[in-house]
């Protein structure tokens, strides 16, 4: 990963959104992202005055997370919006449906994999702590990638639902760096446990970027779910220390 870009998840700044949803956008340009990676919230504009609002603001789609049922349909939104963006990867989280029953889930997500990729984009799988749990002995998320085809689905991983679900988010982004083109920097406050800026955390952020430098990986993409501040602030200091840890 010699020249890694640098996306930020909208959900971030998704008050803000609401707010100005445009005004918003510049600002995350502004702070130096390269890219987005949208959560359904499209500002209530066509895809392609979208399209064109990021392209003004020099900012790339680096993603669209989705469900299932907007995948598996080729004339959805998800669709119309990642062919006017063009974005490359659509993803899908589904914890609770994981953990009620996961063989089912995987069922799922085969199926919304497929179409896809007949669609002609790369399906990837976003976790949360419910796939640490135990299904036969094993994490759920294994299972997920072991009953799936590393053609079809790839992985989105986050670094701190890793750890929050009681793993090493390092050996993971190892265990599956061919099969991974988005990562999820998300840190974590060491006292108790919530969202915190990328480096501010008690997270091990040399090692993800190491091991991430040595994965497949195409966009790091900043997430912070709920922040203490004010969101862009939280953003620009995230974007910041990623910068420094990777030039050090």
Not at 146 to 168: C, F, H, N, Q
Not at 178 to 202: I, N, T, W, Y
Not at 208 to 223: D, P, Y
Request: aromatic fraction near 8%; charge should be negative; charged fraction near 25%.
């Amino acid at each position: 990963m010699s020249k890694p870009r640098i996306g930020l998840q909208l959900w971030t700044v998704r008050e803000l959104l609401s707010a100005d949803f445009a005004g918003t956008l510049a600002a995350v340009s502004a702070a130096g992202y390269d890219a987005v990676e949208f959560a359904g919230n499209y500002g209530q504009k066509p895809p392609t005055d979208l399209a064109a609002l990021l392209s003004e603001l020099n900012l790339k789609c680096c993603g669209l997370h989705s469900n299932i049922a907007e995948l598996r349909d080729p004339s959805s939104n998800t669709y119309a919006y990642a062919r006017a963006l063009g974005a490359k990867h659509l993803t899908v989280s589904m914890p609770s449906a994981v953990q009620k029953d996961c063989l089912g889930a995987i069922k799922d997500i085969v199926q919304a994999a497929e179409a896809v990729k007949q669609q002609g984009y790369v399906f990837t799988y976003h976790n949360h702590a419910a796939e640490f749990d135990r299904v036969n002995g094993e994490y759920a998320l294994d299972l997920i990638f072991e009953r799936t085809s590393p053609d079809t689905v790839k992985a989105e991983l986050d670094t701190y639902w890793i750890r929050k679900g009681g793993a090493d988010p390092v050996a993971f982004i190892r265990k599956y760096s061919d099969r991974m083109p988005q990562l999820h920097l998300k840190d974590m406050d060491g006292e108790d446990e919530s969202f915190a800026e990328v480096g501010e955390g008690c997270l091990d952020m040399k090692g993800i970027l190491a091991a991430a430098s040595q994965s497949a990986v195409e966009w790091l993409i900043v997430e912070q779910d709920k922040c203490k501040r004010d969101p862009l602030e939280s953003i620009r200091i995230s974007i910041d220390n990623l910068k420094g840890l990777l030039a050090s």
